[in-house]
């Protein structure tokens, strides 16, 4: 089963996929608000299906992960507003690119070698179609950067060898930019989980040449600056300072230098950044049925963090550092003006005395 959140707003709506159909669930009251068969057939390479929505829930993509065909539904008018195919070389070694820009432009393959962008609502291309956005490169599974300004693929080139490219949206689509796709993380594999951190640097799973599995932090077009051995998981999310891998464990590292934090026995799927969330099923195959892993606390000692995160606060202290210790305090139980302090928007000087309070422990 395929699954993937209904937009990014705070709430637990998920669409899942079988080989027949689609299905939308809003997990907190139970209500199935969608539900449609699979818009094409399956040709027999793989049943397996990827999905991706729009970022108001309005739209959703669906195609044959190995496959050819793809469609666009309208969850609101229950239809089939877009037709997708990718053509026929080699679509069964790759995953079919699918990503939503926003709440109406799709990004999508219409070769193994070129990306197109569309508005789904009113079919029209808005990318260059030129010869020379043509690469030599297996476009895979893509995703956005934070901002929205630029996407990963995690495909890969004959040898054959994995390559993370990257690519500037906007660039792209005032001309033929995407001949200038930056690579960043290769690997004996493809396809296999990645995130972004920030714009400028992305968080990847990879498998090294002598099948070593690790996890790596780079920026972009530079070799990494964090790597350590760790078995690859099914997914991964970035919650604000921390990397959460998920899979038949939830383990917990530092998004930055990759240090461990913890890990729980909590088996899940994916990920809903808009409510922070973890989906779980009874089994990874997806057999259902499905649950939440609510609003996940970081599993690490807390106390040890609260003192981490406030002397890294001490040395480079922003907005964003505060909030992070913050949440950290609440998940320790604390309440009151030390959150309220720590979360206003008020002028804070370069020292806080409540950081210097918590970092000496």
Known sequence: MAQTHAGTADRPRWFFATPREIVGADLETGE????HALP???????????????????FLAVAQAQGRSGAVLDVHAGTVALRL??????????????????????????????????????GERLDPRLDETKLDYFFGSL????????LASTGWVWQPMGLIGTLDVETWLRGPGEAALQFSVDSDAWDLPMTWLDDERI????????????????????????SIEQPIGAALA?????????????????????SRRGSLDVRCHAWHPGTQEALSFASLEGA????LVSRPRSPVNVAEAIVSIARREQENPSPQGRLVLADALEAAGH?????????SESAHGHRCFIVDDLASG
């Open 238 to 258: 970035v919650r604000r300072d921390e990397l959460l891998l998920i899979g038949e464990r939830t383990e917990a590292f530092d998004a930055h230098d990759l």
């Open 143 to 150: 995703e956005r950067s934070p901002s929205g300004s630029k």
């Open 288 to 291: 259902g049925p499905w649950s």
């Open 335 to 343: 309440h009151g003006e030390a959150l309220d302090h720590l979360r």
């Open 85 to 122: 195919a990718r053509g026929d070389y080699h679509p069964e070694h790759c995953a079919y690119p699918l990503c939503f820009l926003d709440d109406r432009r799709l990004v999508h393959a219409v070769e193994w070698n070129q990306l197109a962008v569309t508005n789904v609502t009113t």
């Open 40 to 58: 094409f057939t399956l040709d027999g390479q793989s049943n397996a299906v990827v999905l991706t929505a729009s970022d108001d829930g309005r």
């Open 32 to 35: 199935t608000f969608f539900r």
């Open 203 to 226: 968080i990847a799973c990879v498998l090294d040449f002598d099948r070593t599995q690790r996890l790596v932090v780079s920026k972009l077009g530079e070799a990494p600056e964090a």
